[in-house]
């Protein structure tokens, strides 16, 4: 880890362990370009790389093609309508209704730690571990400053980036974009690897080519959605889980955003990746200034995985605050897919008894237990316990379920309001609606204008109030619909493209309030099962549900997709009954407690209707992840096979960091007939060391593992699993 400054070169040098990151400033104006990012490397004299020495219209020396400089130049954050006519990083409107902008440099700091941006998640670091780089750019035209932002660690190859917008001038400036991330490189055949999917189908792998012109993902649904995940990864053709090299990019942030890739004339890339500008604006009076949302950056030169295990690294040790970051989460059993809405105090509690026995550890009582809730048409906001299906009152079952020996925990939806509600009776402007159009309901709800400070108050104070009335150890936190019908009666029409932002904002400081007055709350975020799970919501909890769809075999492409950035400690998995709920898939109980136990590991069913054979392998499900959660929670992912590529077979591990053990899970998704068994590699362990396989005698060395694997047989019947624990020899 180290940053430095060549004032001879007028280059900028940011290194991690592996990885190198070089910016220039060129020609007399200053323009700021991108130079060279990729492995370590010790020359800083590379200011080549801009090809501004080869460029015959250089603007210092002959202005009169300047368009054709600024139509090539590497920026590091471009601007707009000024002759470069790639994505700007950037847009403004000033008070005459002009868009021009460039910014130029002016001075820079290097200092250790890392600053924090105000009512924004971000990665985190002291001034032991992390090291930052600001750059302050300015357009004297307009009176803006831009200041710059890039970090780095000492413990993974990662690089976070974020940039503050300052209005020095005395006129008011409408800020209409902002890209936190713009990157200028060659194209060295890169592959453009994203992250689609639906609801029941979230984080899904696709690999895209890259043509010129562009290519995007984006959300604009007010959260970071299940049909498009802030990130992607330019891979190199041919790249494996282990080789080649891979640039991702990941958005901490929670709402609309825009990643693109764009192919110039000159076959170079343009990387962008910020807030999404459409229905996005907002006005910096004087003095005024905006701090953009946080983006982090990877180069891997050992393919995808190496990729991945710095970002597990990163978010294990500078995302996650909360105190269950390397605590044993409780085993949980919620009770949703058990009775949706059709339960009372009684038939919770027959669940409680009947799961304590097995050793559950936490009882989840989800949504039905307030208002007038009996389907989904009503009370979201009339945060009130129904004591006709509660009878006692919360506290009395809260108090049964803990002389059962287990924690209690509970269900919220607090940024909806339910037009049959008394909330919405209330304050019907306390939603966001348009005036005068029907508006668009989704699961028959409306969203609060968390905008308005009444309305967050409001939510907040429900929540808390409820927490307070009893020993409540856990809180899921949903959102069930998107953002629809932007029109906010607290805001005036000049600040109408500002509602987006400021709900996430809002949003986060509900969040930060949360786990600051109740610091030993386990909060479970989700959404609609996974349309809200990105590193800005990690950063207040740390898990979040992964998917609706708790079918084993549907899990095994979303959990490939989701750890292929997250820490398997913050995928929410659960154990659901079969046929399941939402594939009608028939699955052994064994494979499903497998597959659940890559992530928080849980159970999502009427444990009373259960059969005596699946009711005996509970007790063993729990010893297994009492005994494999340090190792999956704090260990290095592999990802083996990958039943999405081959269709018949899945196979990941987790090593420990300091080579002592490994846990490998292995799924045959389809019986094979005639097939002789499989042959699989086993990385990550120590070579010179000895293993063996638990419950076998014969040993292996780390290399063997590596290189020649370990042979595990075709057995008859589909959906069968096994887990392989691989331990150090005593020989």
Not at 93 to 103: I, P, W, Y
Request: hydrophobic residues 35%; negative net charge.
């Amino acid at each position: 880890m180290n940053i430095q400054y060549d004032k001879e070169h007028r280059i900028f040098q940011l290194d991690t362990g592996n990885s190198c990151y070089l910016i220039g400033i060129a020609d007399e104006e200053g323009f700021l370009g991108h130079v060279y990012y990729g492995p370590k490397i010790a020359d800083t004299d590379l200011a080549y790389l801009m090809r501004t020495e080869e460029h015959p219209f250089l603007p210092s020396g002959n202005d009169r093609e300047r368009g054709s400089f600024l139509d090539s130049f590497p920026f590091e954050f471009p601007g707009n309508n000024v002759g470069d006519y790639r994505e700007s990083a950037v847009e403004v409107k000033d008070c005459r209704g002009n868009s021009a902008v460039l910014f130029t440099y002016r001075s820079h700091k290097i200092f250790r730690g890392k600053p924090m941006p105000e009512g924004l998640p971000a990665t985190f670091g002291d001034e032991e571990n992390s090291m930052t780089l600001l750059i302050e750019l300015a357009d004297e035209v307009l009176g803006l400053k831009a200041e710059l932002y890039y970090s780095v660690f000492a413990d993974c190859d990662a690089i976070a980036r974020s940039v503050r917008i300052c209005n020095c001038s005395q006129e008011e400036i409408a800020l209409e974009k902002i890209m936190s991330v713009s990157l200028d490189m060659d194209d060295d055949d890169y592959r453009m690897l994203v992250l689609h999917g639906s609801w029941a189908r979230e984080r899904q792998m696709e690999y895209r080519g890259i043509g010129h012109g562009k290519q995007s993902v984006g959300s604009v649904r007010g959260e970071s959605s299940h049909q498009e995940h802030p990130f992607f990864a330019l891979a190199a053709n041919g790249a494996t889980q282990e080789q080649g090299e891979v640039y991702g990019f990941h958005f901490i942030y929670s709402g609309n955003f825009l990643g693109q890739v764009e192919k110039s004339q000159y076959d170079s890339l343009r990387v962008s990746l910020g807030i999404h500008p459409a229905n996005f604006s907002w006005i910096l009076a004087p003095g005024g200034s905006f701090h953009a949302p946080e983006a982090v950056m990877v180069y891997s030169d050992r393919g995808l995985g190496g990729m991945t295990r710095t970002f597990h690294d990163l978010y294990r040790n500078h995302l996650i605050r909360s105190s269950y970051r390397m605590k044993k989460r409780p085993v949980l059993i919620n009770n949703w897919e058990a009775t949706y809405f059709d339960f009372d105090d009684e038939k919770l509690l027959s669940i409680a008894k009947e799961a304590a026995a097995l050793g559950i550890e936490l009882f989840v009582m989800d949504d039905g237990w307030f208002g007038r809730r009996n389907d989904d048409s009503s009370s979201l906001g009339d945060w009130t316990v129904n004591e006709e299906k509660i009878r006692g009152g919360l506290p009395h079952l809260v108090e049964e379920v803990n002389r059962l020996g287990m924690e209690f925990g509970i269900w919220f939806e607090p940024e909806m309001v339910s037009p049959d509600s008394d909330l919405y009776r209330q304050h019907p402007d306390w939603a966001i609606a348009l005036p005068g159009r029907r508006p668009c309901r989704s699961r028959n709800q409306y969203v609060l204008d968390l905008s308005r400070p009444e309305a967050a108050d409001h939510v907040y104070e429900s929540v808390a109030r409820i927490l307070k009335s009893a020993n409540i150890t856990y809180l899921k936190w949903d959102m069930n619909r998107q953002l629809t019908d932007l029109g906010s009666a607290f805001l005036d029409g000049k600040h109408q493209g500002e509602l987006m932002h400021r709900y996430v904002l809002a949003l986060y400081r509900l969040q930060e309030r949360l786990v600051r007055e109740f610091p030993d709350l386990l909060l479970e975020n989700c959404s609609g099962g996974g349309a809200r799970f990105d590193p800005g919501m990690l950063y207040y909890s740390p898990q979040i549900w992964c998917s609706d769809d708790t079918d084993a075999v549907e899990r095994l492409t979303i959990q490939e997709g989701t750890a292929l950035l997250y820490p398997l400690s913050s995928i929410g998995a659960h154990v659901s009954a079969c046929p399941n709920h939402t594939v009608g898939r028939v699955t052994p109980f064994a494979s499903r407690g497998h597959v659940a136990l890559a992530g928080t590991f849980g159970y999502e069913l009427d444990v009373t209707a259960l059969s005596g054979e699946e009711k005996a392998q509970i007790p063993e499900q729990i010893a297994l992840y009492h005994q494999y959660q340090g190792l999956i929670q704090s260990g290095d992912y592999y990802r083996i096979a990958s039943y999405r590529e081959n269709h018949s077979f899945d196979c990941y591990e987790v090593a420990a960091k300091d080579g002592s053990e490994a846990l490998v899970t292995y799924v045959q998704v389809l019986a094979e007939p005639n097939r002789r068994s499989r042959r699989i590699k086993i990385p990550g362990l120590d070579p010179k060391k000895r293993y063996r396989i638990e419950g076998q005698e014969r040993s292996y060395s780390g290399s063997a593992l590596a290189h020649a694997g370990i042979l595990i047989a075709n057995r008859p019947g589909d959906f069968r699993s096994e887990l392989i624990h691989i331990i150090e020899a005593d020989d």
